[in-house]
């Protein structure tokens, strides 16, 4: 995790990536994939999916070191993830991202409002994550933290 810890930090510090505490990392930690460099394990990417409801998960955290940008090792961990999510079940997929054009070219398109029936809608409503009341566009968090797009894909 402190792999991840220097990545997250490389974005929080320019208000790309929200900041997250330690413990938050360690407690999801098991959503996490990381991308290894072949010639020493070092992590130079990571992403995680946060599942959110049965057919709903959110792409989260999705960082790469900044010397390997444009290398493909963000769409390597992307393509990871959304075969996860594949796997799992899950037929939607939510992103907040300043990266617009890199979703795009998976697929997503920017959403205004969630795409969830109401059931699901009050049932998410319990919830404490502030990714989750991003999604549901809550007052709370308008303009959301960062000010970046909310994007879905339907698998």
Same mark, same amino acid.
């Given at each position: 995790m402190?792999?991840?810890?220097?990545?997250?930090?490389?974005?929080? *510090?320019?208000?790309i990536l929200l900041? @997250?505490?330690n413990v938050t990392?360690?407690?999801?930690? *098991?959503?996490?994939?990381v991308a290894e460099r072949d010639e020493d394990a070092a992590v130079i990417g990571c992403g995680a999916l946060h599942v959110m409801w049965e057919d709903l998960a959110e792409v989260?955290?999705?960082?790469?070191?900044?010397?390997? @940008? =444009?290398a493909g090792v963000g769409h390597q961990v992307l393509g990871k993830l959304l075969q996860t999510a594949r796997w799992l079940g899950v037929r939607k997929v939510f992103?907040?991202?300043?990266?617009?054009?890199?979703?795009?070219?998976?697929?997503f398109v920017e959403i205004g409002e969630?795409?969830?029936?109401?059931?699901?809608?009050?049932?998410l409503l319990r919830?404490?994550?502030? =990714?989750?009341?991003?999604?549901? =566009?809550l007052e709370r968090v308008k303009p959301n933290t960062l000010g970046n797009s909310r994007m879905l894909l339907h698998l």
């Open positions: 402190p792999s991840v810890r220097r990545l997250v930090d490389t974005y929080a *510090q320019n208000r900041d @997250k505490a990392l360690y407690e999801d930690i *098991q959503e996490f994939w989260r955290t999705l960082a790469v070191d900044p010397s390997f @940008k =444009g992103c907040l991202t300043f990266e617009v054009d890199f979703f795009m070219k998976h697929g969630a795409p969830v029936d109401t059931d699901v809608y009050s049932e919830s404490y994550d502030e =990714g989750v009341a991003e999604f549901l =566009g």
